[in-house]
């Protein structure tokens, strides 16, 4: 580490960051050269997380926050202003599911959803706003169930789709600054994560996984390095021309079919 320097000098702020899709992004930016600010609610997971960049030789610190919480999120916004007073790369990355048809989930359960896949994400950015630099780049975790369903899982794609016009109204609101709003859109992943978790909580994981596999067109999940790639590439230079839109990895899965 690092890899590249393509983030020499730059602050990025991921949240979820003790996930697995959280924590690839992190070791992909801070070996990248980012510095690194960590966000999740499991401090344990995120000192051993923090601890494993340092080191690997990146810059990294930990902030224990719980998103559902507005005084959270300031908390975390202040610390950021006192410790860097900028935010080069803000990867809004936190997400939960439950699982169920969606009139039998329930009302605490759909709530959560909302809370940590909608609100925390509005919160986040409208908070974090004064701290963003000029050219600035923001990425919501969005998912391919933000453009088709799946079977146990309609809430969770009305969360997830509730999330694409927001990047698309906050994206026009701040060019003007150059900051950029994209979704990234992960499909199937394997390793850890929600994909992984409802593949390990089904009756057969095998034939779950099996059955992921066969949906999609290239006929395997990806990879967290591969989603956490794709995060890289939106908070690089190399999509400066590139806002609004949503970045989907999902192995061809979400291709209208007659």
């Known amino acids: 580490m690092p890899c590249s320097e393509r983030f020499t000098d730059k602050i990025a702020v991921i949240t979820g960051a003790t996930g697995g899709l959280g924590s690839a992004i992190a070791h992909r930016f801070a070996a990248e050269d980012a510095t690194v600010v960590l966000t999740g609610r499991h401090p344990g997971k995120g000192a051993r997380l923090t601890r494993t960049l340092r080191q690997a030789g990146g810059r990294a610190e930990f902030i224990a926050a719980d998103l559902r919480r507005d005084e959270d999120i300031i908390d975390l916004v202040g610390a950021v202003r006192r410790e860097y007073a900028r935010v080069d790369a803000l990867v809004l990355n936190a997400g939960v599911i439950s699982f169920g048809d969606t009139c ?4 605490n359960d759909f709530d959560d959803m909302i809370a940590v896949n909608v609100r925390a994400p509005w919160m986040l950015a409208r908070t974090f706003e004064p701290l963003l630099t000029e050219n600035a780049s923001v990425i919501v975790t969005a998912s391919v169930s933000s453009f088709t ?16 016009p927001m990047v698309h109204a906050l994206a026009l609101e701040w060019a003007g600054r150059g900051i950029r709003v994209n979704a990234l859109c992960p499909g199937v992943v394997a390793d ?12 057969d994981p095998a034939a779950e996984q099996e059955r992921n596999n066969a949906m999609t ?11 956490a790639a794709a995060a890289a590439y939106l908070a690089s230079t190399e999509s400066a021309f590139m806002t609004g839109q949503s970045l989907i990895l999902d192995g061809g899965l979400a291709i209208p079919r007659v």
């Open 104 to 107: 039998a989930i329930s009302p």
């Open 149 to 164: 369903h799946f079977p146990g899982e309609g809430v969770y794609c009305m969360s997830k789709a509730a999330v694409i």
């Open 192 to 203: 850890r994560g929600m994909s992984h978790d409802a593949v390990t909580a089904s009756d």
């Open 217 to 227: 067109p290239l006929r395997r999940p990806a990879s967290l390095e591969e989603i």
